[in-house]
């Protein structure tokens, strides 16, 4: 048991009748090396119930019980590991600064057997006594000064000893905290401040500086460093023996084995069951008096009997009346719950009325907003349909009055031909009459040609009709070939755009599939290789930094395109400090695109190498918190959206892309949203991204809004998280993009072939123009030569009339001739009008169409924001009513609060009265009822003058506290008997356990003296003087023991002393509870046999104990000691270093 045990423990140990429940850890080990003890000296008792001294043992029994105590010790050493040391508990190094003799000194000591020896001077008690001052004794303790001061080195100001103390296994202390050992440093100096420090390793964090922790760390572990068995000082070792009085002697026995500290708070318990019995005899001397007290109330109550139960009465009329007001209460509460029950249906309803009316009326907004949105792109997209529509007016206007004039040209024409055929009629006529009378018939060769004539202009008039026809063939096979070419280069953009995207996804998914091996495939191909390039060589100023991408990282993936399409580039540049830097680096470039065919993203097919950017940066960390606009609170930046894990790297994409300003958006209606809320209160211009991949930018002074798509990035994704996802998703999009790839690839062919025939129909259209062009100039040659003839076959000698006939016949032929053209222009002209006519009927349908479907989405408009009217009152007028509804409830739970703290009150004063009846009177007739019986009770106190209420009152407070001391006498007699239960049990087991200890000291000492051949005695007196007496007899020539001459300590000499000192301390110890056992000066006055012997009891010793550290400190070394062993070690102190000078140097 430890000694510095709490007394206040020991109390409530002794007052728990089962004892082991409440007992701190310490004192459960200490009892089970108790019992462990008790129970190997139980066959040493056997035979001796009554033992109080060792006087009444006889040679046999000593013999007896010393082969007993061999035989155990020896059945133990089998049993006990012969390697098992202490783990926990003991002292693994002792370092000394500026203490006592030494400036600087560190000692590790062994596990179980630690000889310190050195000639004297050489500070060897200075290491005990440094281990004691650690551990918390007093300077006077250690017998080498009268405070700590007087320990530091002089010269020196201040002093520091450290112990290092094992702490593994089950008995360590507080391992949670200091781990497999605890270092414990003390530094004082010459002023006499002190101070403790706990840590876990010597240059570890200080984990405690209260002398708390040491007190509990002792007490853990059993170390009382103030008990000679713990450590026994060089000038205690001299003179334990020589002076020593017997009750000392017993005092340093009961001290030692722990028992002096179970008896004191044994006698602490006896002390406070003796103060218990005292108090208890006193209250029962009052209990008469007060019994006296409450029989006299009672007796004058008997004088007021009626009025009694008329009081009685009206108590049970106040007890049903209290709970009749509590049920009306309760009846009220529970009306009002009701009501507020229905007020939160009410509620409810009309919050999901509210939310259904919010619901509807977003929904309208948003498709008022998008009707908004629809009409005034539905007019944007059909404003060209209105201003086509007048062009078409204007040119149906023109084509009419072109029309016109033709037809009034054709009209004169015809008239005019037909006026020359009648001139001409009139001079045939006249020609025919001379003819006739002249030759009498008509000359066949120029009716021949007359008839070759006409042909011809036949033939020449169908020429010139037909030209304008073919004119306009040639004009539309033109706008057809112009139509299929453009057609054509659609198809061919739409064929190329999908073989590019196609392209582009399948290079994604080889990039993702890279990347499952390569984290640099996103940034280029055959990047590996500058990465090495860059490795090996050497920078005037750093390593470049790159590809920067490789720091970047996307928070929300939504804007993984977006991001990509603005930031791609830069991802795959590079970063340097210096220009020479820039230029070696792109000479790696270069070099690894001709040996490694490098090349960053986006890869060129057949082209020359992309060699990626190279930025020279500075290094100026600038704070750009200023114009961040996601810390001002303006909205969500592409700073916001990124994680860059590089300071360098983000001042960068600051400086090139002023990502901290640049703000973004789910969506472009978004976009335009953050705009106007922006736009003015915090910026004059702006730049969103949203994340449908638009770039939208305004500032304030022109009101300017643009927006537009952003420049596609070709490379790969370069924001790609889930590598194996993404690629699953993109194959199934591969396969459409090759489906639509197909498709395109075949409309194109079809393109292909439209064109082609166009450009035949137009080559064809031409021809036929080029005919008429060719045949027109024939045909008049032709007429000309055939009028020739037809004149030449004429006779010469006609008059004027055929020569006027000719002319006008040649007048009738050029009329025709412009006839012609006229009608051939007509009917170009007709085309034209029917043509302009139709597309200015399809638009005009086309106008109508858009008007129509224009008032309709009005009418749709005007309807939804009536809807949207309409929610609006029926919002404001639920709004009303839920507000309404809200301060009623609270209106309502006030009054529930204020009448559930007065039912509270009333139900607490019923409960005064009598416990809740199951039935409730009316509360208007029980206070008639209590009334009449007021009037009663008035009326009997008046006729026997006695105050009721008082003289009740006192009897129930008297009697409450008659029945109050009863139970507490009660109480405490139970108390006072488990204590004295208690202590006579303890005191029992104590005496047994001091006996069976005492009886196991004697019997190892007279074991341990006999080595040396002497006989000795322990005379312990256990009832009377509390003494131990201590007899040694040096010469056993005698037969029996009770023939020797026994010596007392005194009288022995100074070698027979300290070998009976060591005799007695390893008896001792054999019960003493402490991991630790100090010796200092053991064998100061032994020779080398005596010395041998104590040195071989020693070693014995520490070999039957486990758990246990043995130092023990010799001027002498230990030749001739077996101190071989696991755990045993033999340190040896340099010589002390002295100014020693010869004699004759003085002389």
Same mark, same amino acid.
């Given at each position: 048991m430890s000694a510095s045990a709490s007394p206040a423990k020991r109390t409530s140990e002794a007052l728990d009748p089962e004892g082991d429940g409440k007992r701190i850890q310490a004192a459960k080990r200490v009892k089970r090396e108790r019992v462990e003890r008790v129970e190997r000296t139980e066959a040493i008792e056997e035979g001796s119930d009554d033992l109080d001294s060792d006087d009444e043992m006889n040679d046999d029994d000593v013999e007896a019980n010393i082969e007993e105590l061999r035989r155990q010790r020896a059945v133990e050493r089998r049993r006990r590991d012969p390697e098992e040391l202490a783990t926990a508990g003991v002292v693994k190094e002792i370092s000394l600064i500026n203490f006592m003799c030494h400036e600087n000194l560190t000692v590790t000591l062994a596990e179980k057997m630690n000889f310190v020896v050195g000639h004297n001077g050489s500070g060897k008690s200075a290491i005990l006594s440094g281990l004691a001052v650690a551990l918390g004794a007093k300077a006077t303790i250690t017998g080498r000064g009268a405070g700590l001061k007087s320990m530091i080195m002089t010269g020196k100001d201040r002093a520091k000893v450290t112990v290092t103390m094992r702490n593994v296994g089950d008995d360590a202390f507080m391992h949670e905290l200091f781990g497999d050992q605890v270092v414990i440093e003390r530094n004082f100096d010459q002023s006499g401040s002190s101070n403790f420090k706990f840590r876990a390793t010597k240059d570890g964090k200080i984990l405690s500086d209260k002398r708390d922790m040491l007190t509990k760390m002792c007490n853990h572990w059993q170390i009382n460093i103030d008990s000679p068995l713990c450590m026994l000082t060089q000038d205690n070792a001299k003179t334990f023996l020589a002076k020593t009085d017997p009750k000392i002697m017993y005092s340093f026995f009961l001290k030692g084995t722990g028992l002096g500290s179970i008896m004191e708070s044994y006698k602490l318990t006896k002390y406070s069951q003796e103060k218990l019995s005292r108090d208890l005899a006193s209250a029962t001397e009052a209990l008469p008096e007060q019994q006296d007290k409450v029989r006299k109330l009672q007796n004058l109550i008997q004088y007021a009997e009626k009025a009694r139960n008329l009081r009685k009465k009206q108590e049970d009329l106040k007890a049903q009346l209290a709970w009749a007001f509590v049920n009306d209460k309760e009846s009220e509460i529970e009306t009002v719950r009701g009501y507020m029950a229905s007020l939160n249906v009410k509620s409810e309803m009309i919050v999901g009325k509210l939310g259904e009316i919010d619901t509807a009326d977003e929904k309208v907004k948003e498709d008022i907003r998008m009707l908004r949105d629809g009409i005034a792109k539905f007019v944007d997209d059909h404003r060209q349909t209105q201003q086509d529509m007048l062009a078409k007016k204007k040119k149906l206007s023109a084509a009419r009055t072109d029309l016109a004039a033709a037809k009034t040209a054709i009209t004169q024409c015809k008239g005019e031909i037909q006026a020359r055929e009648d001139e001409i009629a009139v001079i045939e006529d006249k020609l025919a009459a001379a003819r006739r009378e002249q030759e009498g018939e008509v000359n066949p060769e120029q009716l021949r040609l007359q008839q070759q004539l006409e042909a011809a202009e036949a033939q020449k008039s169908g020429l010139v009709r037909m030209l304008p026809q073919n004119e306009r063939a040639v004009a539309t096979a033109k706008a057809a070939v112009d139509e299929t070419e453009t057609a054509l280069r659609a198809a061919e953009n739409e064929y190329n755009e999908a073989d590019r995207n196609t392209n582009d996804i399948r290079r994604n998914l080889d990039n993702l599939q890279a990347r499952r091996t390569d984290r640099l495939a996103p940034y280029g191909r055959n990047l590996r290789s500058v990465m090495q390039a860059i490795e090996s060589t050497q920078w005037k100023h750093s390593k470049p930094i790159g590809p920067i991408g490789l720091y970047v990282k996307l928070v =929300?993936?939504?804007?993984?395109?977006?991001?990509?399409?603005?930031?791609g580039s830069s991802l795959c540049s590079f970063v340097v400090r210096d220009p020479a830097d820039q230029n070696t680096l792109q000479r790696i470039f270069e070099q690894c695109g001709r040996q490694s065919n490098f090349s960053a993203s986006p890869v060129r097919q /057949? /082209?020359?190498p992309n060699f990626p950017s190279i930025t020279l940066y500075k290094g100026d960390r600038y704070d750009?918190?200023?114009? =961040?606009?996601?810390?001002? !609170?303006? !909205?969500?930046?592409?700073l916001s959206k990124l994680e860059v894990d590089d300071e360098d790297v983000l001042r960068v994409l600051i400086t090139a892309h002023q990502i901290e300003r640049t703000l973004v958006a789910p969506s472009d209606n978004d976009a335009l949203a953050v705009m106007d809320r922006v736009l003015g209160p915090h910026r004059h211009s702006i730049v969103v991204f949203s994340a449908s991949e638009f770039r939208h930018n305004g500032h304030v002074k022109n009101r300017l809004r643009q927006s537009g798509p952003q420049t596609k990035w070709r490379g790969p994704d370069m924001f790609v998280t889930d590598v194996a996802a993404e690629i699953e998703r993109l194959r199934p999009i591969l396969n459409e993009h090759e489906t639509d790839l197909y498709t395109k690839r075949a409309e194109l062919q079809v393109r292909r072939q439209e064109a082609a025939a166009a450009r035949d129909g137009l080559k064809k259209a031409q021809a036929d123009v080029d005919r008429n062009n060719k045949g027109i100039p024939h045909i008049k040659r032709m007429i000309e030569a055939i009028s020739d003839k037809l004149k030449a076959s004429r006779p010469i000698d006609g008059n004027a009339t055929e020569i006027s006939l000719e002319e006008v016949r040649q007048e009738k032929t050029n009329l025709q001739e412009e006839l012609n053209v006229l009608e051939g222009n007509f009917e170009v002209k007709e085309t034209d009008f029917k043509d302009v006519e139709t597309e200015c009927e399809a638009a005009q349908a086309l106008l109508t169409s858009f008007q129509e479907q224009l008032n309709t989405k009005k009418d749709m408009l005007v309807n939804l924001q009536a809807q949207e009217k309409q929610y609006e009152k029926e919002r404001a007028h639920y709004r009303g009513s839920l507000g309404r509804a809200k301060q009623q409830l609270q209106k309502e739970e006030d009054t529930i609060d204020e009448a559930e703290k007065t039912l509270k009150t009333w139900t607490q004063a019923a409960l005064g009265f009598m416990e809740r009846p199951d039935e409730f009177g009316d509360a208007k007739a029980l206070e008639a009822q209590r009334k009449v019986v007021d009037k009663q009770i008035e009326e009997a106190r008046r006729r026997t003058n006695i105050d009721l209420d008082q003289i009740v009152h006192q009897h129930l407070i008297e009697s409450e506290r008659l029945d109050k001391a009863t139970r507490s006498i009660d109480k405490f007699r139970?108390?006072?008997?488990?204590?004295?239960? !208690?202590? =006579? =049990?303890?005191?029992?087991r104590w005496q047994m356990l001091r006996r069976a200890i005492s009886l196991r000291i004697h019997m190892r000492f007279i074991e341990n003296i006999r080595q040396r051949g002497f006989e000795g005695r322990l005379h312990f007196d256990h009832e009377v /003087?509390?003494?131990?007496?201590?007899?040694?007899?040096?010469?056993?020539d005698t037969v029996t023991q009770r023939e020797m001459v026994y010596k007392r300590p005194e009288s022995l000499s100074g070698g027979e002393r300290s070998f009976v000192t060591v005799s007695l301390l390893l008896s001792m110890w054999d019960s003493a509870p402490a991991n630790l056992r100090c010796l200092d000066e053991w064998d100061v006055f032994l020779d080398s046999a005596n010395r041998r012997i104590a040195a071989g009891l020693l070693m014995d010793g520490s070999r039957d104990v486990t758990s246990k550290q043995f130092v023990l400190i010799s001027p002498l070394d230990m030749n001739g000691v077996n101190t071989g062993g696991r755990g045993n070690k033999v340190i040896r102190l340099a010589d002390p270093v002295r100014n020693q000078r010869r004699l004759e140097e003085f002389q």
């Amino acid at each position: 048991m430890s000694a510095s045990a709490s007394p206040a423990k020991r109390t409530s140990e002794a007052l728990d009748p089962e004892g082991d429940g409440k007992r701190i850890q310490a004192a459960k080990r200490v009892k089970r090396e108790r019992v462990e003890r008790v129970e190997r000296t139980e066959a040493i008792e056997e035979g001796s119930d009554d033992l109080d001294s060792d006087d009444e043992m006889n040679d046999d029994d000593v013999e007896a019980n010393i082969e007993e105590l061999r035989r155990q010790r020896a059945v133990e050493r089998r049993r006990r590991d012969p390697e098992e040391l202490a783990t926990a508990g003991v002292v693994k190094e002792i370092s000394l600064i500026n203490f006592m003799c030494h400036e600087n000194l560190t000692v590790t000591l062994a596990e179980k057997m630690n000889f310190v020896v050195g000639h004297n001077g050489s500070g060897k008690s200075a290491i005990l006594s440094g281990l004691a001052v650690a551990l918390g004794a007093k300077a006077t303790i250690t017998g080498r000064g009268a405070g700590l001061k007087s320990m530091i080195m002089t010269g020196k100001d201040r002093a520091k000893v450290t112990v290092t103390m094992r702490n593994v296994g089950d008995d360590a202390f507080m391992h949670e905290l200091f781990g497999d050992q605890v270092v414990i440093e003390r530094n004082f100096d010459q002023s006499g401040s002190s101070n403790f420090k706990f840590r876990a390793t010597k240059d570890g964090k200080i984990l405690s500086d209260k002398r708390d922790m040491l007190t509990k760390m002792c007490n853990h572990w059993q170390i009382n460093i103030d008990s000679p068995l713990c450590m026994l000082t060089q000038d205690n070792a001299k003179t334990f023996l020589a002076k020593t009085d017997p009750k000392i002697m017993y005092s340093f026995f009961l001290k030692g084995t722990g028992l002096g500290s179970i008896m004191e708070s044994y006698k602490l318990t006896k002390y406070s069951q003796e103060k218990l019995s005292r108090d208890l005899a006193s209250a029962t001397e009052a209990l008469p008096e007060q019994q006296d007290k409450v029989r006299k109330l009672q007796n004058l109550i008997q004088y007021a009997e009626k009025a009694r139960n008329l009081r009685k009465k009206q108590e049970d009329l106040k007890a049903q009346l209290a709970w009749a007001f509590v049920n009306d209460k309760e009846s009220e509460i529970e009306t009002v719950r009701g009501y507020m029950a229905s007020l939160n249906v009410k509620s409810e309803m009309i919050v999901g009325k509210l939310g259904e009316i919010d619901t509807a009326d977003e929904k309208v907004k948003e498709d008022i907003r998008m009707l908004r949105d629809g009409i005034a792109k539905f007019v944007d997209d059909h404003r060209q349909t209105q201003q086509d529509m007048l062009a078409k007016k204007k040119k149906l206007s023109a084509a009419r009055t072109d029309l016109a004039a033709a037809k009034t040209a054709i009209t004169q024409c015809k008239g005019e031909i037909q006026a020359r055929e009648d001139e001409i009629a009139v001079i045939e006529d006249k020609l025919a009459a001379a003819r006739r009378e002249q030759e009498g018939e008509v000359n066949p060769e120029q009716l021949r040609l007359q008839q070759q004539l006409e042909a011809a202009e036949a033939q020449k008039s169908g020429l010139v009709r037909m030209l304008p026809q073919n004119e306009r063939a040639v004009a539309t096979a033109k706008a057809a070939v112009d139509e299929t070419e453009t057609a054509l280069r659609a198809a061919e953009n739409e064929y190329n755009e999908a073989d590019r995207n196609t392209n582009d996804i399948r290079r994604n998914l080889d990039n993702l599939q890279a990347r499952r091996t390569d984290r640099l495939a996103p940034y280029g191909r055959n990047l590996r290789s500058v990465m090495q390039a860059i490795e090996s060589t050497q920078w005037k100023h750093s390593k470049p930094i790159g590809p920067i991408g490789l720091y970047v990282k996307l928070v =929300d993936p939504v804007y993984r395109n977006c991001f990509s399409n603005m930031l791609g580039s830069s991802l795959c540049s590079f970063v340097v400090r210096d220009p020479a830097d820039q230029n070696t680096l792109q000479r790696i470039f270069e070099q690894c695109g001709r040996q490694s065919n490098f090349s960053a993203s986006p890869v060129r097919q /057949g /082209g020359p190498p992309n060699f990626p950017s190279i930025t020279l940066y500075k290094g100026d960390r600038y704070d750009f918190s200023n114009g =961040d606009l996601y810390r001002q !609170g303006v !909205g969500e930046t592409v700073l916001s959206k990124l994680e860059v894990d590089d300071e360098d790297v983000l001042r960068v994409l600051i400086t090139a892309h002023q990502i901290e300003r640049t703000l973004v958006a789910p969506s472009d209606n978004d976009a335009l949203a953050v705009m106007d809320r922006v736009l003015g209160p915090h910026r004059h211009s702006i730049v969103v991204f949203s994340a449908s991949e638009f770039r939208h930018n305004g500032h304030v002074k022109n009101r300017l809004r643009q927006s537009g798509p952003q420049t596609k990035w070709r490379g790969p994704d370069m924001f790609v998280t889930d590598v194996a996802a993404e690629i699953e998703r993109l194959r199934p999009i591969l396969n459409e993009h090759e489906t639509d790839l197909y498709t395109k690839r075949a409309e194109l062919q079809v393109r292909r072939q439209e064109a082609a025939a166009a450009r035949d129909g137009l080559k064809k259209a031409q021809a036929d123009v080029d005919r008429n062009n060719k045949g027109i100039p024939h045909i008049k040659r032709m007429i000309e030569a055939i009028s020739d003839k037809l004149k030449a076959s004429r006779p010469i000698d006609g008059n004027a009339t055929e020569i006027s006939l000719e002319e006008v016949r040649q007048e009738k032929t050029n009329l025709q001739e412009e006839l012609n053209v006229l009608e051939g222009n007509f009917e170009v002209k007709e085309t034209d009008f029917k043509d302009v006519e139709t597309e200015c009927e399809a638009a005009q349908a086309l106008l109508t169409s858009f008007q129509e479907q224009l008032n309709t989405k009005k009418d749709m408009l005007v309807n939804l924001q009536a809807q949207e009217k309409q929610y609006e009152k029926e919002r404001a007028h639920y709004r009303g009513s839920l507000g309404r509804a809200k301060q009623q409830l609270q209106k309502e739970e006030d009054t529930i609060d204020e009448a559930e703290k007065t039912l509270k009150t009333w139900t607490q004063a019923a409960l005064g009265f009598m416990e809740r009846p199951d039935e409730f009177g009316d509360a208007k007739a029980l206070e008639a009822q209590r009334k009449v019986v007021d009037k009663q009770i008035e009326e009997a106190r008046r006729r026997t003058n006695i105050d009721l209420d008082q003289i009740v009152h006192q009897h129930l407070i008297e009697s409450e506290r008659l029945d109050k001391a009863t139970r507490s006498i009660d109480k405490f007699r139970e108390i006072e008997r488990l204590l004295k239960v !208690g202590f =006579d =049990d303890r005191s029992n087991r104590w005496q047994m356990l001091r006996r069976a200890i005492s009886l196991r000291i004697h019997m190892r000492f007279i074991e341990n003296i006999r080595q040396r051949g002497f006989e000795g005695r322990l005379h312990f007196d256990h009832e009377v /003087g509390e003494e131990l007496r201590l007899e040694v007899a040096t010469s056993i020539d005698t037969v029996t023991q009770r023939e020797m001459v026994y010596k007392r300590p005194e009288s022995l000499s100074g070698g027979e002393r300290s070998f009976v000192t060591v005799s007695l301390l390893l008896s001792m110890w054999d019960s003493a509870p402490a991991n630790l056992r100090c010796l200092d000066e053991w064998d100061v006055f032994l020779d080398s046999a005596n010395r041998r012997i104590a040195a071989g009891l020693l070693m014995d010793g520490s070999r039957d104990v486990t758990s246990k550290q043995f130092v023990l400190i010799s001027p002498l070394d230990m030749n001739g000691v077996n101190t071989g062993g696991r755990g045993n070690k033999v340190i040896r102190l340099a010589d002390p270093v002295r100014n020693q000078r010869r004699l004759e140097e003085f002389q």
